[in-house]
Every structure is written in C-alpha cells, then in structure tokens.
C-alpha cells in the first residue's frame, strides 16, 4: 500500500479552520504550524495561530504571529483588526486604535472593527469617539446586538442612563439569547436607584458567565421557609463584594436557618465573625449536607432590598482584639493623626485603569501634619520607587497575613482613604470613617452623585468631575484633610 498522501496547505488550513470553530485550538494549532513548516510565510496560518494564541491567553506568542502575518501580507483590514485585539489585550490602548484605524481604512465596512476600536477608545476614556464608533458599527450592520450593548455601556459611563437602557433594549430585542444586555441593565437600574426593577434582571449574569459549578440543592430566592433548614451562602465574585454583602448573613439565619457560609480563603477568618454565621467554609474545601444554596449577592432579590429598607447597621465586622493590640504595640505611640491610604486595587480588574492611581500622584495628599499607613498588602512594580521617596508612608507588605491584620491596623486609624477597592468595603463595614476615591464612571453600588451612600454610613465619596481628572479630587482631598483635624 502507498502511504497517505500528505494533505496540502489549502486542506491543513481548513481542517485547522474546522477545528478552530469547535474551540479545539490545540488541534488548530497543529495544522496552521504543519502549513507553517510548508511555507513559513503563509499569511492565513500565521494570522489565525496568533487568534489561537490569544484565546489561549498568551497575546505576546499572538502578536508575534500576528506580525509576521501582516509582513506577509499588510494588504488585509482582518489582520489588522486582529492586532488591534491583541494590543487591547496587552493594553496598548493607542496603538490598538491605530491599528483599528488601518482596517477600516482598508475597509471602511468592517464592522467589527468600527467596534473593536469603539471598546478600545472607551478603555481611554475616549467616550465620545467610542460613542461615534458605535454608531458607525451599527449603521454598517444594524443587526448586530452587540455594538448597541456596547453602545449602552459607553453612555452608562457618561451618566446617561435612560439612553444607555434604551440601548441595552435594543441589543436584547435583536437577539433574544443576548443575556448579557439584561445584566448590563440590571447594573444601569442599580446605578438609577431602581433596585427593585434591578435586582431581578441583574440574575442574567449567570447566563453570560455561568458558575463553575452546578448544585443540586434548590437556589434560595426567599420563596421558601427556611426554618429548621440548612442554607448555603456562598461568595461569586471578588473580595469587596463578599465584604459588602456579609451584612445579610444575619438576615437569613433570623428566618431560622443554620447557615453555612463559603468565602474565599483571605477572608475566613474575618467573616466566621459576622453575626449569624453558623459555619464558615474555605471556598473549595468540602462542603457539608445542606438544603437550599443561594449566592451572596442573590440575597438582596431575596430580601427585596431598596435603598429605603437596606440593612446597613453601623458596623458588622469587628476588629480582633488580639491583633489590634499586636498592630497598636508595632506602630507606637501616636503623635499626629493617623491617616489609612490605599490607592491602588486589583489590576486584573476590569475598571482598574480607571479606579487605581498611581503612588506618585496619590502622594500629593501626603503632609507632614500626619502619619499616613499603607492598608494594602501588594504593591505594583512601578509603585516602588514612589514607595521609595515617601518614607513618610509606612508600607508593612507580607507583615499584613491576613484581613484580620488590615482590619486591625484600620481600627487603628482616624481616617481611611481610598479607591475603590476591598479595603474601603472593609473600613466602611468596620464603620471607620472612610473617603471613598471613585471614577467619574463609578461601578453601580456607589450611585451617581453625592457624598454619602447607604451602604456605609460611615463612609464619604469623592468623586472624579472629568474622566481620568485624579488631579483635583487629590487636591480637595488634601484640603478637606487640613480641615478635618485643623486645631480648634
């Protein structure tokens, strides 16, 4: 028998395509790299393996590809489009809009990359351009769901809400299994004020990121009796929100429920505290026998919450005493007032270009009339040598082992500022007086104007007036802190 023959290019390239529609990107992989050992400069394999690349996470092997694609071959408005993907990815901002830019001028009727460039310019803080790219997207395929989805969230940022839902409208009315505009929605009522339209749609999120696991036990929604029962409340997203939403715990063990609480391991022993915890569990360890389960953050549909009847006591955590006094004995004796900052979150975050600030401009609130105390535990590689110049700043990194220890060394202080992160939900759950730093386009919780919010009485929020404008909140900050703890 003669051997098989040995297929060619144009079939590697459609049996690779065939896998890649599936989502086996390792078997599409292996033929755009046998084509590649055909002809290395075959433009179509080296472009479609820098798409593998990127939905394997790896956007530097993906450019890489991407590249030599485009030196093959410049000529095609997809390649560029996909490398303006890649340098989104890798938060090249600019220079993905540029490449964005090259596509539509190679064709102008290349919607995707009307939208591409719109998500890109709307990472800048480019509103209005995102806006206007939008736009262009939809006129070129009115159809599509998804350029008025992100149409939705442009305006959302810009404070139009009624617009903004409009949109969200639009792109659901288009396409029925598009979940993800009823939850864009849902956090465009939340920001409104109008919970009780919101907290029912807001449960599509788990159509657009449906949970790693499944239950068999029934999903509480506060339909049932619980008395004598056995419930589950479990964490879903990230650290603050787990902090936030601990204030229902009680809630439901006063319906009579012995409650089970799983949170993410940084914050067992913080939480096991709150009161109506029966049992808390590491989030992956063993669960025990249970009866109902409900996510923490479906127990505000639950209760029905409105922020007329929100639970909002004035602290529900507590520092430990034993760490307090560890924390009091390690700072020493106190001589001006002791200022708690944090500027920087999560930068896996997906408003963190928004959210965090950089040190060296943080720093600007800093004055010798106080001691300022580092809350967060890490700090970013180009946070160092800020860190470095401001040995005003006393920073205690791995010293902090626990939540326990921010807690403690937060009790500790007159004042906390910080952006919106875990450790201001922490301070304002401690019911520390806590300034609250926020974007102009602040996440839901957090409304869209005033000072004060009814999640934490204890805390006041300073907001941003121009998007990416820290400069002046920084200033008023520094200002308001002159006169907080000026003498009589």
């Known amino acids: 028998m003669s051997p ?3 297929p060619n290019p144009a079939q590697l390239l459609q049996r690779g395509r065939a896998f890649h529609e599936t989502g086996n990107t390792s078997e599409a992989a292996a033929c755009y790299r046998q084509i590649l050992e055909l002809q290395p400069d075959h433009a179509d394999a080296l472009h479609l393996l820098g798409l593998v690349e990127l939905q394997r996470n790896d956007p530097k092997a993906a450019i890489v590809a991407i590249r030599k694609a485009l030196a093959a071959d410049d000529g095609r408005a997809v390649y560029y489009n996909s490398l303006g993907l ?20 190679l064709d102008p009727a290349l919607a995707e990359a009307n939208n591409n460039r719109g998500l890109a310019l709307r990472e800048l803080g480019l509103w209005d351009e995102a806006v206007a790219s939008f736009d262009r997207a939809i006129a070129i395929t009115p159809n599509a769901a998804e350029p008025y989805n992100n149409r939705g969230m442009v305006l959302m940022d810009q404070g139009k809400l009624e617009e903004a839902m409009a949109s969200f409208d639009l792109a659901y009315a288009i396409d029925s299994q598009y979940f993800g505009a009823l939850w864009n929605k849902s956090l465009c009522l939340l920001l409104a004020g109008r919970w009780e339209e919101a907290w029912p749609l807001h449960e599509w999120r788990w159509k657009v990121t449906p949970p790693t696991r499944a239950f068999a036990e029934p999903l509480w929604l506060g339909a049932q009796s619980l008395r004598g029962k056995s419930i589950l409340l479990h964490s879903e997203q990230g650290l603050g929100d787990t902090i936030q939403f601990a204030r229902y715990i009680k809630l439901v063990a006063d319906l009579g429920a012995r ?3 799983e949170v993410d391991r940084p914050l067992v022993t913080l939480i096991e505290a709150v009161a109506g915890v029966g049992r808390i569990i590491e989030r992956g360890a063993p669960l025990p026998p249970f009866d109902f389960q409900c996510p ?3 127990l505000p549909l639950a209760f029905k919450t409105t922020p007329a009847n929100l639970p909002h006591a004035p602290s529900y955590l507590k520092a430990s005493a ?5 924390w009091a004995r390690k700072l020493g004796p106190k001589g001006r007032p002791r200022i708690g900052v944090v500027w920087s979150g999560n930068p896996t975050h997906k408003n963190d270009r928004h959210r965090s600030i950089p040190l060296a401009d943080f720093a600007h609130v800093f004055s010798e009339h106080f001691d300022f105390f580092s809350l967060q535990k890490d ?4 946070d160092q040598d800020a860190l470095l110049r401001h040995p005003r700043l006393r920073h205690f990194g791995d010293s902090l082992e626990s939540f326990l220890d921010s807690a403690a060394l937060c009790d500790l202080m007159d004042l906390v500022i910080s952006v919106d ?3 201001a ?3 304002g759950a401690l019911g520390k007086s806590v300034w609250i730093l926020l974007p102009s386009n602040p996440d839901w919780r957090w409304s869209l104007d005033g000072d004060r919010t009814p999640w934490y009485p204890s805390a006041r929020l300073c907001r941003q007036q121009r998007p990416n404008d820290w400069a002046a909140v920084l200033r008023k900050v520094k200002a308001d802190l002159s006169a907080r703890f000026a003498a009589p």
Do not use: G, M, N
């Open 425 to 427: 939900h922490l301070a």
């Open 4 to 6: 098989d023959p040995i």
């Open 259 to 261: 409650t089970i609480v």
């Open 86 to 105: 890649v340098l989104t990815d890798l938060q090249q901002l600019q220079p993905a809009v540029e490449a964005f830019d090259r596509a539509i001028a």
């Open 421 to 423: 992160t875990s450790l």
């Open 322 to 326: 034993v760490k307090t006094a560890y």
């Open 379 to 382: 700090t970013r590689p180009s």
């Open 296 to 298: 923490l953050l479906s």
